[in-house]
Nanobody, 116 residues
Framework: QVQLVESGGGLVQAGGSLRISCAAS????????MGWFRQAPGKEREFIAA????????SYVDSVQGRFTISKDNAKNTVELQMNVLKPEDTAVYYCNADSSAGGVWGPGTQVTVSS
């Protein structure tokens, strides 16, 4: 199995930047792709960004395109999400997800709060 732990969340003012990280452990060789989702209070969990573990191909939801950047470090088994020009509507719990041969895995989440 793969285990995921997020870190780096916190409080930031609108227009600011924040970087969150996700560390994978366990059967990391089985990972196909990793991504970030977020869930705001009262809303469904939504896809934010993903990166293919071998090719590095990335994809983003339109609302963060140009502001957020997902990256990976295969040697460290980590994926990061650099978030710039943050908006109050980016406030949510951010979850790391790994897609592996054993199925999808979720981290516990990290809170990101953007004040106006």
């Amino acid at each position: 199995q793969v285990q995921l732990v997020e870190s780096g969340g916190g409080l930031v003012q609108a227009g600011g930047s924040l970087r969150i990280s996700c560390a994978a452990s366990g059967r990391t060789f089985s990972i196909y792709a990793m991504g970030w989702f977020r869930q705001a209070p009262g809303k469904e969990r939504e896809f934010i960004a993903a990166i293919n573990w071998s090719s590095g191909y990335t994809s983003y939801v339109d609302s963060v395109q140009g502001r957020f950047t997902i990256s990976k470090d295969n040697a460290k088994n980590t994926v990061e999400l650099q978030m710039n020009v943050l908006k109050p509507e980016d406030t949510a719990v951010y979850y790391c997800n790994a897609d592996s041969s054993a199925g999808g895995v979720w981290g516990p989440g990290t809170q990101v709060t953007v004040s106006s």
